[in-house]
């Protein structure tokens, strides 16, 4: 049994030590998706997740992906394209098409993009209207969107939800230039939740919850407010 959580009430969540193992990570049900609710959450290292077919269910996985200012690396290859992007990248400038696209079905399992419902679309989008979440876009030489990402930006942490891909190299230069911008401008990490590859290559490591929420908890004891700038490429 999880917590059943009533959305007339103020956003609270139970202790994550009883996340469930099986399914990982698996927290509370019930509450809202409002922007006090979804901060709160967030700030606990707490984040939703479900399908058209169920509540609102709330997660905690252990053990935690996240990279770190100090372990993120680029390749050699991509770094040798951000020499001379085939791309534009910019953030903030196309936020619902965004998490449009990475809400639509794909082959890639390796990303959730199809647990993005309407109900959460529409919440990040409430959130990037107050300047919480926040969108990364991929831009060919036409003006065609052909890779983007999304996440929220609290304090020192950016917490990432769901990247897209149309083209080669598209949403790995949308992330290499925007982590590079949040770690030269004193981000300390990046949360990926759950392991990934794509994640893997740029340096994220698998930790314990223990140290992802003590890490967490200084990071976000430092008040700091991160402008970010429409262009990311030269």
Not at 73 to 94: E, G
Not at 220 to 228: A, V
Request: glycine residues 6%.
């Amino acid at each position: 049994m999880i917590d059943w959580l009533p959305e007339e009430k103020p956003p609270s969540f139970p202790s994550t030590r009883l996340a469930k193992t099986d399914p990982n990570g698996l927290l509370a049900a019930g509450g809202r998706l409002t922007p006090n609710w979804l901060v709160t959450s967030y700030r606990r290292g707490i984040f939703p997740w479900f399908d058209d077919e169920s509540p609102i269910l709330w997660w905690s996985p252990a053990p935690r992906m996240i990279l770190n200012a100090a372990d993120f690396h680029i390749s050699r290859s991509l770094r040798k394209l951000m020499k001379k992007p085939p791309f534009r990248i910019t953030c903030n400038q196309a936020f619902d098409e965004v998490i449009y696209q990475c809400a639509l079905p794909r082959d890639d399992h390796d990303q959730a993009g199809t647990w993005i419902t309407e109900d959460m679309e529409q919440a990040y989008i409430q959130l990037n209207r107050n300047g919480i979440s926040h969108s990364v876009e991929c831009w060919d030489d036409t003006g065609n969107l052909v890779g983007g990402l999304y996440g929220l930006l609290i304090d020192r942490v950016f917490f990432g939800e769901s990247m897209f891909n149309k083209t080669n190299n598209g949403s790995k230069l949308a992330f290499a230039f925007f982590a590079q911008y949040l770690f030269n401008n004193g981000i300390q990490f990046i949360d990926c939740q759950m392991h990934t590859e794509h994640m893997a290559n740029f340096g994220a490591k698998e930790i314990k919850r223990e140290l992802f929420e003590n890490k967490l908890k200084d990071a976000l004891n430092m008040h700091f407010k991160l402008t970010l700038p429409v262009l990311l490429t030269p």
